[in-house]
């Protein structure tokens, strides 16, 4: 039964405190990892994914099956502590197993675009189950190609695999293909190729999954201007494609489609251009149903050449990795978030320890409230031996959502409170009483990242 006395508590211990309190701080890191069998040159951090507490980490340059044979590691998203180290039963010299990598629902699948499984560098695909760290499946394509370089791109969405490979030659040299698997069976469901490809389209260079559709990057590809790139939407259910994405009217050599990330409601993709010979990319945002473009994101920076974007994309929330950044007028690198609903920049990542030339930003990943950040040329195990950062992106009292903390959430909270709303329960314990009162303003005091 509701108390009145509780009111008069939280008007007093509120009236206390508000005036005092800061409305924003700067995103602080959770922790720093690295592998516990790291050494120079790993380039651990090449690739990066985090799903259901877990977080999937490639170093593609390990030697444990060769030279640049490759690894890959599990560590547990809250502690930071490492989990399984993975390999595969095949792992040979110059494979770059985990150069590309991705994780849902407890499995793990870790491209090797150099492994030799029926040409030379006609590349495989490797699912493990995360809870184990063992090995379930290889996948190779039956018709792997000479340098097809299949496992140059994964994602898993449900029970679904996507891999490309985008050196396959169903429409000439390096055209490009992707492969959708069903994930429990390691079955092949479809090959998929653009309806009007061509050499060099690189197509499958970047695949992304989302909700039964396929976004597939194609940066070579030249109907739009030499190497203007172009992006292809396809119903995995069918395999039918469903639209291409290109931007009219814009300069070649953009590579529209060499990173992708992919949400109900966006495709975000990278594109690049030189002005005044310095390099720059940015960040062309379209709608999933028509294709549209909505807007750019063009990445802060102090100096230098920003470009070779990682993107990484969770419900609106979009992270921008920028290796070659330098926000303390050293190239240390940088992460930005944004909102994509409201086209706000809302906050920049830094490392606490970050050195010339780290590369933080080489790779990003986000789920939830966590962003986790690659610095692949970090030297704490030796020379660009790689590290990864995590961060809190969260803001538990901004009931709100306005990306603040004021007035209007003290009020939200009194509402939820005296409504006997579970909005107010900041403890979780399905009670209402004096201990949620007291999380609630440790929450506000510390305040938003």
């Not at 990892?33 to 651990?44: E, K, L, R």
């Not at 939820?416 to 004096?434: I, P, V």
Request: hydrophobic share 40%; proline share 2%; aromatic share 10%.
């Amino acid at each position: 039964m509701w108390d009145a006395k509780y009111t008069i508590a939280i008007i007093y211990l509120l009236i206390s405190v508000f005036t005092g309190i800061a409305q924003c701080q700067s995103v602080t890191e959770n922790w720093k990892t690295i592998a516990d069998d790291g050494s120079p040159d790993d380039f651990f951090s090449d690739s990066l994914d985090i799903n259901g507490g877990i977080i999937a980490v490639g170093s593609s340059s390990d030697r444990d099956n060769g030279i640049q044979s490759g690894s890959a590691y599990l560590f547990d998203a809250l502690t930071g502590k490492q989990l399984f180290k993975l390999l595969p039963n095949d792992g040979n010299a110059y494979d770059f197993f985990a150069d590309s990598i991705a994780i849902d629902k407890g499995l793990v699948i870790v491209g090797a675009e150099e492994h030799d499984s029926l040409n030379s560098n006609s590349g495989a695909a490797y699912v493990f189950d995360s809870a184990t760290g063992l090995q379930i499946s290889k996948l190779t394509p039956s018709d792997g190609a000479f340098s097809g370089r299949f496992g140059n791109a994964v994602d898993i969405d449900s029970d679904l695999i996507a891999i490309g490979a985008r050196g396959d030659d169903d429409h000439g040299f390096f055209s490009g293909s992707v492969y959708i698997y069903n994930a429990q069976l390691g079955s092949k469901i479809y090959k998929l190729t653009a309806s009007d490809g061509q050499s060099l389209d690189q197509f499958g260079s970047a695949v992304a999954l989302n909700n039964g559709i396929v976004a597939i990057g194609a940066p070579g590809h030249d109907s739009n201007g030499d190497r203007a790139g172009a992006i292809y939407l396809f119903d995995v259910s069918t395999g039918q494609q469903l639209m291409k994405i290109v931007r009219p009217n814009k300069g070649a050599y953009e590579s529209l489609g060499s990173e992708l990330a992919l949400g109900p409601d966006y495709v975000v993709s990278t594109v690049y251009q030189t002005i005044d010979t310095m390099k720059t990319g940015r960040v062309c945002v379209f709608r999933t149903d028509t294709g549209e473009q909505l807007y750019e994101i063009y990445p802060e920076h102090t100096q230098g050449e920003n470009f070779d974007l990682a993107i990484a994309l969770d419900g609106d929330n979009l992270v921008v990795g920028q290796r070659y950044d330098m926000p303390l007028g050293i190239m240390v690198g940088s992460a930005r978030l944004y909102s994509l609903e409201t086209e706000m920049l809302l906050n920049s990542l830094s490392p606490s320890d970050g050195e010339e030339g780290d590369w933080f930003g080489h790779s990003v990943a986000i789920d939830g409230c966590q962003v986790v950040v690659g610095s692949v040329l970090d030297d704490d195990n030796g020379s660009n031996s790689g590290s990864t950062y995590s961060f809190d992106i969260c803001c538990l009292a901004d009931l709100n959502n306005d990306i603040a903390l004021n007035f209007f959430d003290v009020s939200a909270f009194l509402q939820a409170f005296s409504k006997t709303s579970l909005l107010a329960d900041f403890t979780n314990d399905g009670l209402l009483n004096f201990f949620d009162i007291s999380a609630f303003l440790q929450a506000f005091s510390a305040g938003c990242p």
